[in-house]
């Protein structure tokens, strides 16, 4: 069984900046990509970036320059540095992780954190 956390979230005022982690836990032999996505009522879940197992990242348009994604494999862990935030950026942040355990690959999502950016 694997599970992923989410924490950091909050409520910001524009321009500010949050930073978000993801720890991953359980039975682990390895995780390959770790991403952040991002829902809003009513809207469908959206990628907000992506990050290989190497460190190869890959970003949304509208959070590039302002958004930084990062990875400690030692610690399973992926984080989102948001940075310049904005009142459209509100929404549920959730992580996503496809991790290969002893029994099979599977791709895992987090319970979500809210983050909430007044204007």
């Known amino acids: 069984q694997v599970q992923l956390v989410e924490s950091g979230g909050g409520l910001v005022q524009a321009g500010g900046s949050l930073r978000l982690s993801c720890a991953a836990s359980g039975s682990i032999f390895r995780i390959n990509a770790m991403a952040w996505y991002r829902q809003v009522p009513g809207k469908q879940r959206e990628v907000v970036a992506g990050i290989t197992s190497g460190g190869s990242t890959n970003y949304a348009d509208f959070v590039k320059g302002r958004f930084t994604i990062s990875r400690d494999n030692a610690k399973n862990t992926v984080y989102l540095q948001m940075n310049s935030l904005k009142p459209e950026d509100t929404a549920v942040y959730y992580c996503?992780?496809?991790?290969?355990?002893?029994?099979?690959?599977?791709?895992?999502w987090g319970q979500g954190t809210q983050v909430t950016v007044s204007s």
């Open positions: 996503n992780a496809d991790v290969v355990s002893i029994t099979a690959p599977r791709n895992y």
